[in-house]
């Protein structure tokens, strides 16, 4: 199983930007998705989370510009970040609670992260 980020760039303060993740492999059931970032010497914390049902969960500081979503028919789940501030500059890394096909339990996994820079 993987999961493959992309959208990340460069947008200007103000600016928008969609993330897609999509998973791939054996996959059997794909619970929780989620997005979270780490900017540059700070912790890795949550941006945002959605359920298999599509309930959903933001970190404080991206309630109200950020909105995740996912489809399930293709695996994916989408960050679209709007009204972007320079300190949204991370990496953004999407995070996936996955049941492979031949387990009976489910696992976490995560992408490699994509950069995305907001500035002037």
């Known amino acids: 199983v993987q999961l493959q980020a992309s959208g990340g760039g460069l947008v200007q303060p103000g600016g928008s930007l969609r993330l897609s993740c999509a998973a791939s492999g054996s996959i059997f059931r794909i619970n929780n998705m989620a997005w979270y970032r780490q900017a540059p010497g700070k912790q890795r914390e949550l941006v945002a989370v959605i359920t298999s049902g599509g309930s959903t969960n933001y970190g404080d500081s991206v309630k109200g510009r950020f909105t995740i979503s996912r489809d399930n028919a293709k695996n994916t789940v989408y960050l679209q970040m709007s009204s972007l501030k320079p300190e949204d500059t991370a990496v953004y890394y999407c995070?996936?609670?996955?049941?492979?096909?031949?387990?009976?339990?489910?696992?976490?996994?995560w992408g490699k992260g994509t950069l995305v820079t907001v500035s002037s």
């Open positions: 995070n996936a609670d996955i049941r492979r096909r031949t387990s009976f339990r489910s696992e976490d996994y």
